[in-house]
Structures are given as structure tokens and as C-alpha cells.
């Protein structure tokens, strides 16, 4: 009954019409979700990478309920409410001077449109109104609104989005068939070619991740980042996916010692309890808007920005990742599931290659119909996983336990096997 209303009234993003034999989801608890037949499975996606605390964790439920009772919403134009301030100001600390000061979004592409216009209203303030081209990685992926969709090559991203506004480049992405230069050249070549006085920002994510989890080369951020330097160029670094704990680091930047100019997070920062993004500029960046005498601000911003609700359900997030040690804990578990992964799945038919970094792996196929068998595979093992294209990712909650890792990488083994024979 639910799956025929399903087909009739819901359209599914990024997924054939009609749910199908697909999983109709009644409720979760910690690492698990349990389907409207009863069944229960193990979560080794985290739903979209977001359920970082997983399902019904009883600290985010009890900070609901209180703040429910006292605020659930103010947007912030013009006013503040507490949650907000308190959680803007503890990203500053996360982040480190002088990244301190945030805007906050529904979702990462807001977030991404919300940077875009960022970069942009930087320099035109500044003067420099001709820098408006965004480049970007051609595997990158960035958001489904219509500029951020612009900044992924592929054509998969914006069928339908067309015409596609102007003043997008994208360069190979380092380690793709189509990069034949070594690493971070591509980027000064796009900043020559294009003329460092029309540039932008150049904006990438540590760790691709609907690009295939490929994790950036070790080194790249640091010599892009002093690309983008001396060109004037900002860099947005996109944590979307790998920001608060994913990587095994607060933030995967922080892994190479960098400060972006500007950053975006989303997912994970209320871990899937409630939308909510945000992007995190330097004072540099957002004293711009601040001295602005025409516009007086930001002219940029949504009724639900900072949403109160949703702005203390992320700062009881950030606290229980502190106060839990869930950055040590995926760094361990993050070794235990690529070391594994790497161990068991690296040489067996039908795999090209295994990668990742933290909770956040990566298995190529050699095709998109073996990935997907594997991935179907694996759900009726009861361990949800999924794949796009051909590569099926992993990317538990930060709560996973040793023997939940173990499970996972037992089930993509007996189903790599089984797809194999
Ligand atoms: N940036 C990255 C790196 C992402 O992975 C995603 C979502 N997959 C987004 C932005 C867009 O976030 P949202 O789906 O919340 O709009």
C-alpha cells in the first residue's frame, strides 16, 4: 500500500520514478533503520552521509523537546536568537581564527549558492567587479541548484538545468583520465587562461565524494591554496559531506594544515536531524559586507537561516562529538574499515580500486550493474550501502562500533564474491 502510494504521490530525487522493492523506512535507533515490513538493517551509509550520531540518539531528542519549548524559530534578519550565536561562535573556535563568521543555510547547495554570491559581492565590493568566474573540479559536486550545478562537468548534473549561467570553468580533477598535467598546474593554467583578473574563487571538496570518494592528492590543498594566493583568488573549501568528524579530523581541511578562505558545511552539522547548512568566511572575507554602505550587509538569506530549532540541535551535535571522543573514534574506525576494505576487497574479480579517508570509503567496480549488484547484495545481508555509478560507498554513523565495521566489510566481501562467480 505504501509503496503504490509512494509511486502515485512522491518524486524520488535522483532515483528512477516509484520506490519500488526500495527500502520504505519507519524508524532507526543508533546504527540501525528498520523498514515498514519490520526488517532492520545496518546503516553503512548514513543515510545521505548525514545521520553522523545516527537514529534517535537520546541527547539530540532530549535537546529538541527543550528547545521546542522555548523557541523553535526567528530568522535572522535582524534580530539573533541564542542557539545561533552559540553555535556560529563554537564553528569560529572548531575552525580556527580567522575563519569566525557564519551564515547559515538549509542544505549544502544553499550553502554553495550562498558562497558563490559570497565570492562575487567580495570582490565587486573590493572593486574588482570583473572577478565573478567560479572554477571547480570537473568530478566535483557541489549541490542540484542551477549554479551549483553548473560547476560539475558532468552532464549528468545539469541535464535540465539548461541554460546554464555563464562564468563556470571546471578543471580534471587530479588522478582522472583527463588530467595530464601533475596536480594543482591545472588550476594555474585555468587562472592564466582565463585571466587572473576575472577570477573568483576556486572551490573544491578535500574528499570528492559524489565525484566516486576519491580523496584529494596529499599535498594539493596546501599548493592550491598558495595558487589562489598569489592570483587573488578565494578558496572554498566544500566539507559538506567530510566537515565535523567524517574524515577522523573536525574538518578534512584541517588535515593539511590550511585555512580556506571560505567554507561549507551541511550534512553532518545537525547530522541529519533537521536541515541545516552553513558557510564560514574569514573576517576578511565577511568585513567586506560589513563596511558595505549601500547595501548595509548580505543581501543574501533565507525566512529559516539559523532556525532555532535547528541551530541547537547542531550544537548539541558539536558537543557530543567532543564530549564523546567521535573524532578519535572514526579516526580508529576509519582505519579499521579502509584497512579492511583495502585488505579483503583490493584483487578480488570485478574490483578496480579501494580508497578512502576516516569513515568515508570508497569501492570501484568495473561496472555500474556490479556495483549495484553488490549494493543490492548487501541490503538483503541487511547492511545498507549504496553506489552511484560504479562505485558503492561506505560511510557509517561517527558512532559505529568495531564488530558494526566488521559486519559491513563481511557483507561487501560475500557480495563482491558472489558477484564475481
Ligand atoms: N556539497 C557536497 C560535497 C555534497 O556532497 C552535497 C550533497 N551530496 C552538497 C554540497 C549539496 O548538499 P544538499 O544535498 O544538502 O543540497
Known amino acids: 500500500e505504501l509503496a503504490e502510494l509512494d509511486r502515485r504521490h512522491l518524486l524520488h530525487p535522483w532515483t528512477p520514478h516509484g520506490v519500488g522493492d526500495r527500502l520504505v523506512l519507519a524508524e532507526g535507533r543508533g546504527c540501525e533503520v528498520t523498514d515498514s515490513y519490520g526488517r532492520t538493517y545496518l546503516d553503512g551509509r548514513s543515510g545521505q552521509f548525514n545521520a553522523t550520531l545516527g537514529y534517535r540518539h537520546p541527547r539530540v531528542l532530549a535537546t529538541i523537546e527543550e528547545q521546542a519549548g522555548k523557541l523553535m524559530t526567528y530568522a535572522l534578519l535582524g534580530s539573533s536568537n541564542e542557539p545561533a550565536v552559540l553555535l556560529a561562535a563554537r564553528l569560529a573556535e572548531l575552525l580556527g581564527e580567522p575563519l569566525e563568521r557564519t551564515l547559515f543555510c538549509n542544505s549544502g547547495s544553499e550553502a554553495t549558492e550562498a558562497a558563490i554570491r559570497i565570492v562575487r559581492m567580495y570582490h565587486a565590493l573590493r572593486g574588482e567587479p570583473r572577478r565573478t568566474t567560479v572554477i571547480s573540479l570537473a568530478d566535483g559536486y557541489h549541490g542540484t541548484t542551477v549554479a551549483a550545478a553548473a560547476m560539475s562537468a558532468s552532464p549528468i548534473a545539469w541535464t535540465g538545468c539548461g541554460p546554464l549561467p555563464e562564468g563556470f570553468v571546471q578543471i580534471p580533477t587530479p588522478g582522472s583520465a583527463g588530467d595530464t598535467r601533475p596536480g594543482p598546474q591545472a588550476l594555474e593554467e585555468a587562472i592564466v587562461a582565463q585571466g587572473a583578473e576575472n577570477v573568483a574563487a576556486f572551490f ?12 584529494l592528492p596529499a599535498g594539493y590543498l596546501r599548493a592550491v591554496r598558495e595558487i589562489c594566493d598569489r592570483h587573488g583568488v578565494l578558496l572554498v ?3 559538506v559531506t567530510t566537515g565535523l568528524g567524517r574524515t577522523g579530523a573536525w574538518f578534512a581541511h584541517q588535515r593539511e594544515d590550511i585555512r580556506p578562505d571560505v567554507i561549507t558545511t551541511g550534512k553532518g552539522l545537525a547530522a541529519g536531524y533537521v536541515p541545516f547548512a552553513a558557510v564560514t568566511m574569514t573576517t576578511a572575507v565577511a568585513d567586506v559586507f560589513a563596511s558595505d554602505p549601500m547595501l548595509g550587509g548580505l543581501r543574501h538569506g533565507h525566512t529559516t537561516s539559523g532556525h532555532a530549532l535547528g541551530a541547537a540541535v547542531a550544537l548539541t551535535v558539536l558537543r557530543t562529538i567532543e564530549e564523546e571522543g567521535l573524532i578519535d573514534h572514526a579516526a580508529a574506525m576509519g582505519e579499521r574499515l579502509c584497512g579492511q576494505l583495502a585488505d579483503r576487497l583490493k584483487g578480488l574479480d570485478g574490483v578496480s580500486d579501494v580508497r578512502g579517508v576516516g569513515l568515508l570509503a570508497g569501492v570501484e567496480f568495473d561496472s555500474f550493474a556490479r556495483a549495484a549488484q553488490v549494493s543490492q547484495a548487501c541490503l538483503g545481508a541487511g547492511v545498507v550501502v549504496r553506489s552511484e555509478g560504479p562505485v558503492l560507498s ?16 563481511d557483507a561487501l566481501y560475500d557480495a563482491t564474491v558472489a558477484a564475481a562467480g
Open 394 to 409: 561506505v560511510a557509517p554513523p561517527l558512532i559505529v562500533t568495531a564488530p558494526q565495521v566488521d559486519r559491513i566489510v
Open 204 to 215: 573544491v571538496e578535500p574528499v570528492l565524494g559524489v565525484g566516486g570518494i576519491r580523496p
Open 237 to 239: 573549501v566544500d566539507e
